[in-house]
């Protein structure tokens, strides 16, 4: 044992040392790094191909092939597309086809037309006819192929618009209702326009409230095609009532076409391949027509 003064005894060989106690943080200690940022910028473009790669490439025969092979599917792939049809827009005829190539067309030109008349001039509403382009077969298939492009009811209400002209007429023109040199006559594909029926008519039409007109003054025929053009503004087939040229020629319709059921009814609208479906009680309002007997 020591005594007063003595050292303190050192520990003994072997033993653990104790951990010394946590040191403050300075000043001067490094600052932790945050993870570094990915690196989002786009990868570098390849290195142009070495002189010799190039040279390779051109003297292997398997590129010259698969050079060859690409460059004929690309002409076949050009051919294809050539022979493929342009996108239909308003106005664009359709090939020779099938009924069901037909499609609706209101915003063509003759379309335009014919609703300019029918809904600025006459106050119809803008859904009363539908337009339908069809295919450029449709006056070389029968009613039936016809019928179907439209989508009538029947083969009886398929309808066309034809000049006729009184050839002994007084009048040079188309100024009197009554008595007009050229009417627009409206029939059925499936009925026939009978002479006598319609010279009847006329003649009995000019023949009340003081009127007066012998029949030696009515022959009716077929107006000459030239005239037809020039008084309805149309090509022959494609006739309609609405949007002629001359809008006092008077419209005669077949009351057969008054009687159909349903009513919608198709005729010619202003070109070969379009056609107009509207009910027979709207064209009698809008186109003022004397309705009479003139088929057989």
Same mark, same amino acid.
């Given at each position: 044992?020591?005594?007063?003064?003595?050292?303190?005894?050192?520990?003994?060989?072997?033993?653990?040392?104790?951990?010394?106690?946590? $040191?403050?943080?300075?000043?001067?200690?490094?600052?932790?790094?945050?993870?570094?940022?990915?690196?989002?910028?786009?990868?570098?473009?390849?290195?142009?191909?070495?002189?010799?790669?190039?040279?390779?490439?051109?003297?292997?025969?398997?590129?010259?092939?698969?050079?060859?092979?690409?460059?004929?599917?690309?002409?076949?792939?050009?051919? /294809?597309?050539?022979?493929?049809?342009?996108?239909?827009?308003?106005?664009?005829?359709?090939?020779?086809?099938?009924?069901?190539?037909? @499609?609706?067309?209101?915003?063509?030109?003759?379309?335009?037309? /014919?609703?300019?008349?029918?809904?600025?001039? !006459?106050?119809?509403?803008?859904?009363?006819?539908?337009?339908? $382009? *069809?295919?450029?077969?449709?006056?070389?298939?029968?009613?039936?192929? @016809? $019928?179907?492009?439209?989508?009538?009811?029947?083969?009886? +209400?398929?309808?066309?618009?034809? *000049?006729?002209?009184?050839?002994?007429?007084?009048?040079?023109?188309?100024?009197?209702?009554?008595?007009?040199?050229?009417?627009?006559?409206?029939?059925?594909?499936?009925?026939?326009?009978?002479?006598?029926?319609?010279?009847?008519?006329?003649?009995?039409?000019?023949?009340?409230?003081?009127?007066?007109?012998?029949?030696?003054?009515?022959?009716?025929?077929? &107006?000459?095609?030239?005239?037809?053009? !020039?008084?309805?503004?149309?090509?022959?087939?494609? *006739?309609?009532?609405?949007?002629?040229?001359? @809008?006092?020629?008077?419209?005669?319709?077949?009351?057969? /076409?008054?009687?159909?059921?349903?009513?919608?009814?198709?005729?010619?609208?202003?070109?070969?391949?379009?056609? *107009?479906?509207?009910?027979? &009680?709207?064209?009698?309002? !809008?186109?003022?027509? +004397?309705?009479?007997? /003139?088929?057989?």
């Amino acid at each position: 044992m020591g005594g007063q003064g003595s050292k303190p005894s050192s520990p003994r060989a072997g033993s653990p040392k104790a951990a010394p106690p946590p $040191r403050e943080p300075v000043a001067s200690d490094a600052v932790p790094l945050a993870p570094p940022t990915p690196d989002t910028s786009p990868a570098p473009e390849p290195e142009p191909a070495a002189p010799e790669a190039r040279a390779v490439r051109a003297v292997d025969p398997r590129w010259a092939k698969v050079s060859d092979r690409f460059a004929e599917i690309s002409d076949r792939l050009d051919a /294809i597309e050539r022979r493929l049809p342009a996108p239909a827009g308003p106005g664009a005829p359709i090939p020779a086809g099938a009924p069901e190539t037909s @499609r609706r067309d209101d915003t063509c030109d003759a379309a335009r037309r /014919i609703l300019a008349d029918l809904v600025d001039s !006459r106050g119809a509403p803008p859904g009363c006819a539908r337009f339908v $382009r *069809v295919p450029a077969n449709y006056y070389d298939e029968p009613l039936e192929f @016809r $019928r179907r492009c439209v989508g009538g009811a029947t083969v009886d +209400h398929m309808c066309k618009t034809i *000049v006729m002209e009184n050839t002994r007429c007084v009048n040079d023109d188309c100024a009197d209702a009554f008595n007009s040199r050229w009417y627009l006559v409206v029939v059925q594909y499936t009925a026939k326009l009978n002479q006598q029926k319609l010279e009847k008519f006329l003649h009995q039409l000019n023949n009340v409230d003081g009127r007066k007109c012998g029949k030696k003054n009515f022959n009716m025929r077929l &107006a000459k095609e030239e005239d037809s053009e !020039r008084l309805t503004g149309y090509v022959k087939g494609a *006739v309609c009532p609405f949007g002629c040229a001359e @809008r006092r020629m008077p419209v005669i319709l077949s009351d057969k /076409i008054v009687a159909l059921e349903p009513q919608t009814f198709w005729l010619g609208a202003g070109e070969i391949d379009l056609k *107009v479906g509207m009910s027979a &009680a709207d064209f009698v309002e !809008r186109a003022e027509p +004397h309705v009479t007997d /003139i088929t057989y």
